[in-house]
């Protein structure tokens, strides 16, 4: 009989880690998690597949829990998707940024190499390590020009990754996933679209008590109207259950490799907008206010990929496309703030 596969994941409480581990769960993989112990009630996302996973409490912060984890579950693969994930956050907690996205990845690598030297990583790096690109769409050789601290403790992670795997006396099998946006109903309420999505879904419930809040702690919908940052940025947004397959794929691999994963379709946070006010048949012009506190100090893009490698070489291709994903979205949002 096969042996059973035994993965751990990073951020399993994360949008991408609780989808990788149903995905996961359904190949008969055996999954385990790391979970920061202030989550012992609330595991996020991975709330509904709590029983079927094996939980571990620490922080990238401690390489003693990683080293700890990794020792008792002994995983083929590793997936680090643990992260502070987000771009303009990172610029009020620069530390946090680099020290959890950045040095809290070196640790899960170094530990790791020391402890499962067999064990397959993958890296969770970001289409956000381009910057602001003159090459349109951006692929693996695309050359990487963070401008958020964020971007930059990817990058420091993502060129780690890189060193490991050229090492010629130990070489370490990571592979990084170069992921361009992809969202979800799952995804955090401090980005962009599923702020947009969760106020839709408000205002056309004409939801007034159990508002969700934004990342200053006001209201997301306030006299009908949304807050958002730059309408002109430009986007490659996919659909996360598609990613996480990428995700899988890489590790199943002979050898480490980079690889993009993206649509090669752009759009604009006006676009989103619009066509998730028009889902439910209200226009986008009367509830979309700009605030330059949602704008970042340094802005990124246009980031659009060209998914091609992973195409060629793994058979992968994103399913859901733009308007398919804005309606999924919608249509949960809708029941859930109803
Ligand atoms: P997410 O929903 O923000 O999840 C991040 C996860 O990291 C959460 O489970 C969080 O746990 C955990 N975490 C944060 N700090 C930690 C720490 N100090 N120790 C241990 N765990 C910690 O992110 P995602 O959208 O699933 O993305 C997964 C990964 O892909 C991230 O690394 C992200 O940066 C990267 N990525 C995402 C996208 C995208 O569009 N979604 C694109 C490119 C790359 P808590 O629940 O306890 O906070």
């Known amino acids: 009989m096969a042996k059973v596969k035994k993965a751990f994941i990073t951020g399993i409480s994360g949008q991408d880690g609780s989808y990788l581990s149903e995905l996961l769960l359904s190949k008969g993989y055996e999954v385990a998690g790391f979970v920061r112990r202030n989550a012992a009630?609330?595991?996020?996302?991975?709330?509904?597949?709590?029983?079927?996973?094996?939980?571990?409490?620490?922080?990238?912060?401690?390489?003693?829990?990683?080293?700890?984890?990794?020792?008792?579950?002994?995983?083929?693969?590793i997936y680090n998707l643990a992260s502070l994930s987000s771009?303009?956050?990172?610029?009020?907690?620069?530390?946090?940024?680099?020290?959890?996205?950045?040095v809290g990845a070196l640790n899960v690598f170094e530990r790791a190499r020391q402890v499962?030297?067999?064990?397959?990583?993958?890296?969770?790096?970001?289409?956000?390590?381009?910057?602001?690109?003159?090459?349109?769409?951006?692929?693996?050789?695309?050359?990487?020009?963070?401008?958020?601290p964020y971007a930059a403790a990817k990058e420091f992670a993502h060129r780690m990754a890189v060193i490991a795997r050229n090492d010629k006396k130990q070489p370490q099998f990571i592979s990084c996933g170069i992921l361009f946006n992809h969202e979800s109903p799952r995804r955090g309420l401090n980005f962009v679209t599923r702020?947009?999505?969760?106020?839709?879904?408000?205002?056309?419930?004409?939801?007034?008590?159990?508002?969700?809040?934004?990342?200053?702690?006001?209201?997301?919908?306030?006299?009908?109207?949304?807050?958002?940052?730059?309408?002109?940025?430009?986007?490659?947004?996919?659909?996360a259950p598609d990613y996480v397959e990428l995700m899988w794929l890489m590790l199943q691999q002979e050898k480490a490799d980079d690889f993009v994963a993206a649509t090669g379709e752009i759009h604009t946070v006006r676009e989103f907008a619009e066509e998730a006010f028009a889902v439910v048949g209200l226009n986008w012009k009367d509830h979309v206010e700009v605030d330059p506190l949602f704008i970042p100090p340094v802005q990124t893009g246009p980031l659009?990929?060209?998914?091609?490698?992973?195409?060629?070489?793994l058979g992968w291709e994103p399913k859901t496309r733009f308007k398919d994903l804005v309606r999924i979205m919608i249509h949960s949002d809708l029941a859930k703030f109803s």
């Not at 993958?122 to 956000?128: I, L, P």
Request: hydrophobic letters at 35%; aromatic letters at 8%.
């Open 87 to 102: 771009p303009l956050g990172s610029f009020s907690d620069k530390m946090g940024a680099i020290m959890v996205t950045g």
């Open 41 to 77: 009630l609330d595991f996020g996302n991975a709330n509904d597949i709590k029983e079927e996973v094996k939980i571990y409490y620490g922080d990238l912060h401690s390489p003693e829990s990683i080293a700890l984890a990794l020792y008792d579950f002994k995983p083929d693969e």
């Open 116 to 148: 499962v030297p067999e064990a397959k990583v993958y890296q969770a790096s970001t289409s956000e390590m381009f910057g602001a690109p003159k090459q349109v769409p951006q692929d693996e050789n695309t050359p990487f020009c963070p401008a958020n």
């Open 195 to 239: 702020k947009i999505t969760s106020a839709v879904a408000c205002i056309k419930n004409r939801k007034i008590e159990g508002v969700p809040l934004n990342e200053i702690g006001d209201s997301i919908v306030k006299n009908g109207k949304v807050k958002l940052g730059d309408l002109d940025a430009k986007r490659d947004w996919g659909y």
């Open 304 to 313: 659009c990929g060209d998914p091609s490698k992973a195409k060629k070489l």
